[in-house]
Nanobody, 121 residues
Framework: QVQLVESGGGLVQAGGSLRLSCAASGSIFSINTMGWYRQAPGKQRELVLAITSGGSTTYADSVKGRFTIFRDNTKNTVYLQMNSLKPEDTAVYYC???????????????WGQGTQVTVSS
């Protein structure tokens, strides 16, 4: 069984910073792409940032220059550094990881439970 556990959300003023972390644990053989998605009230879940096992990244235009993603493969952990936060960044942020499990070498996407980020104006 695989779990993704997120931490680091909270309330911050506009212009402030937050760092989210997501640790994967369980019967893991390898982890491919890891990423962060967000969902604001009344909106669809959208990709914020993703990073491959080789370090290549994909950004949403709305966060370029403000958010950074990085991962520590020794800890199976991915981080989202959010700077210059805006009220429109308010959402529930979800961690996602594409994982190959030890049992049967099955590959699938896993999701964290979500962490609330609220940016006040």
């Amino acid at each position: 069984q695989v779990q993704l556990v997120e931490s680091g959300g909270g309330l911050v003023q506009a212009g402030g910073s937050l760092r989210l972390s997501c640790a994967a644990s369980g019967s893991i053989f390898s982890i491919n792409t890891m990423g962060w998605y967000r969902q604001a009230p009344g909106k669809q879940r959208e990709l914020v940032l993703a990073i491959t096992s080789g370090g290549s990244t994909t950004y949403a235009d709305s966060v370029k220059g403000r958010f950074t993603i990085f991962r520590d493969n020794t800890k199976n952990t991915v981080y989202l550094q959010m700077n210059s936060l805006k009220p429109e960044d308010t959402a529930v942020y979800y961690c996602n990881a594409n994982i190959v499990t030890r049992a049967g070498l099955l590959r699938r996407d896993y999701w964290g439970q979500g962490t609330q980020v609220t940016v006040s104006s």
